[in-house]
Every structure is written in C-alpha cells, then in structure tokens.
C-alpha cells in the first residue's frame, strides 16, 4: 500500500463521499468475482485431498483390522462401523473429529452421544463405514460425503482393494470417476455393503443454488448502494474496474504482508477504511452522499451472510489463495450484474434498456467503421 495516501478523519463521522462509494462498489466486485471463487475453489480443493488421503488411511485401517484380529473373534473380517474402528486404531481416532453440526454443549450433540457423530469428520467431510461382508469374501465400502456444499464438491467411495471413486450427487459406483485404481478393478462387496447414506449428498443442483446465493447477495448489495448515492456510484465504478493496477491494488490493501487472501479476509476486511486508503485526497472534499453508520451496516450485513453462505465454521484453517491465483473480470461481472436485478418488472426494463443501448452502440461503431 505504500505510495497511496490515507485521507485524514474519522470513520464515523467523516461520511461517505462520490469518490470513496465507487471504490467501494468496485472492491466488493473484485472480492465477490476474483478473491471469492478462487478461495472456494482452494478450500474445496484442500477438502478433497484431505478426504481422499483419510479414505486411504481409514483402508489400510481396515486392512490392518482384517489381519491382526483386534476383536478376538477368529475371522479375518473388516470393523463394521468408524467407532469400531476408532476404538482399535488410535490413528483413526486421531485423524476423525466430532461432527461440527452440533456443537459440544448441543442437546444433539448430547443425545448423539457415544455414536458415530464422535468420529466422524475430517477438513469438512463426513466419514463412514457403509456396510460389511464376512468371509470369506470379506470386504467393506467406506465413504466421505461433504457437509455442505461449501465444504466439498465430491463424494468419494473405496472398497477392501484400494479403489477409490467420486461422484457428485450420489455414493459413487462403477463407471463414476477413478480416483485411485487401487490393487484391482473392483470389489468384493454385494448386498452387504449397500447400506443408506447417513447425511444428503450435495447435489449439482445444491451447488449451483450455493454460488447462485453469493452471487445474489453481492448483486443485492451493489444495487442497493448504487441507490443510496442516486446512481453515483456505478459509472465510476466502471472506471476504476477498467484500471489494471485498480485490482492488485485492492489484493495488497487486503493482505499486505503477501500471504495470501483467505476467506477471513473477504468477510473480515474494513471496507471503508480500504476505500480511503485508496483514494487520492481530494481539495475540496467531494460532497458526502451516504453516511458511514448506513454503509457499515450494509456492509456488515453482506460479510456476515456472506460468511454463513461459505459455511466458514465448518473447516480450519481457511484456505488461502495468492494473488497470482486470483483472477476474473470484474467489469464483466459488474456490468451483467447490474444488468440484471431481481426487481421483477423494472429488473426486465432495465434489462430491455441495457439491451437497446447496447444495440445503438453497436450501430454507430459499425457506421464509423464503414464511414472511415
């Protein structure tokens, strides 16, 4: 941030002028464009792998099960359950937490008690054994499921030969994609191991109304401050979208040190006060058309919902992404949001007005084409 001014006054009283609500219109677009989807992005990513290395360890888990006969019972058969297993091999119980549903002082988590819920979950997934087949064709189905559909994308299934599968929608079965082909193509498992999955796998459908709701809660917020400055703020915010060094410039002011913006700082970062930061001083000062105390609560009011739609609480640490990683187009995404407003009957004519100013200005580019 060095070489940009910070203007002099207190937030809370020195308002909000023509200048600071562009940039602030403009940062939100970067955050909810650029920063937002390339966070998820890492941390479904981070999730997968850390579901995809605990599946693996839970098979050699039940592999080790299988040979040392932890249950005394002559057969060279799998745990049936998680608790099962955690209960024989520390490194299970070690690896699965308690369900981050239901909080430790919950009358759920209480009623819950002693059952599979105390081992679990692992990085947003939820583990659990489907179902067992005796010898001697001994054999198992373990499966992760997401949490949410912030937590993951995926669900990934493996068998007694290291097979491992995902699919979005369903417990994966043959044909889904092959994560891991493992010692052979296939399984032993039947009837056995079909049992119900314990929680809803998230669905594309789920996943698509996920971005669908961040990408309304942004649109909502921009509009609604485009609005408490009388259509002040967009034009300019245009402007400052269409400036190359505008974007890196809002990354450093969020993450200065360089280590990465990370889900905290887009829900957690003082907008405000990084709109003043970036903007130049101005003599005289532009005139104030929305006060601090109503953008902050806009503003605190988006992070927060914003926060709720990523479902935070249910990883740590929160992923980071480096700035080299955190690419879009932000005016695109600024102009079609803006284009399209969930107002019903205005949203369809601002909509028509967009699409006739579009078509003029495409008439006359093409008359000055042929006129040259």
């Known amino acids: 941030m060095s070489g940009r001014s910070l203007r002099i006054g207190s937030p809370s009283t020195a308002g909000f002028t023509l200048i600071e609500l562009p940039i602030v219109v403009a940062m939100l677009a970067i955050l909810a464009v650029v920063a937002i989807p390339a966070i998820m992005k890492n941390a479904r990513k981070a999730h997968d792998d850390a579901a995809i290395g605990a599946i693996r360890t839970l098979v050699t888990a039940q592999s080790l099960y299988k040979d040392h006969d932890p249950d005394r019972n002559g057969l060279d058969d ?41 081992h679990c979950c692992s990085q947003g997934y ?3 054994i489907l179902g067992t087949e005796p010898p001697p064709a001994a054999a198992f189905r373990v499966v992760a499921i997401p949490l949410s559909p912030a937590t993951g994308e995926r669900t990934f299934a493996a068998y007694e030969s290291g097979l491992v ?12 994609e092959i994560i891991d082909p493992g010692a052979g193509s296939g399984s032993a498992c039947g009837a056995g191991c079909d049992g119900s999955p314990p929680l809803a796998i998230p669905t594309q459908a789920d996943l698509d109304a996920r971005d669908e709701a961040l990408r309304a809660r942004t649109r909502t917020l921009i509009l609604t401050l485009n609005r408490n400055a ?74 927060s919902d914003l926060a709720a739609l990523m479902d935070l609480a249910l990883y740590a640490p929160h992923p980071s992404a480096s700035a080299a990683d955190l690419t879009g187009d932000p005016l695109a995404f600024l102009a079609s949001w803006i284009a399209l407003p969930s107002f019903g009957a205005a949203g369809g004519a601002v909509l028509a007005l967009g699409i006739a100013l579009t078509g003029v200005a495409w008439l006359r580019a093409a008359s000055r084409i042929r006129a040259t």
């Open 165 to 176: 599968l995902a699919a979005i929608g369903h417990v994966p079965v043959s044909g889904d």
């Open 78 to 118: 799998y745990a049936p359950t998680l608790d099962v297993l955690a209960e024989t091999d520390p490194e299970i119980a070690t690896l699965l937490d308690p369900d981050p549903r239901h909080p430790p002082d919950s009358a759920a988590a209480t009623s819950l008690a002693g059952s599979s819920v105390l």
């Open 126 to 128: 939820y583990f659990a």
């Open 230 to 303: 009388s259509g002040a703020g967009i034009p300019e915010a245009e402007t400052r979208l269409s400036d190359p060094a505008f974007q890196p410039a809002v990354l450093a002011g969020i993450d200065p040190a360089g280590d990465g913006v990370s889900a905290d700082d887009v829900t957690q970062a003082n907008l405000l006060q990084l709109a003043r930061t970036l903007t130049p001083p101005s003599e005289p000062p532009p005139p104030t058309v929305l006060d601090d105390a109503t953008a902050s609560a806009l503003l605190s009011s988006y992070q």
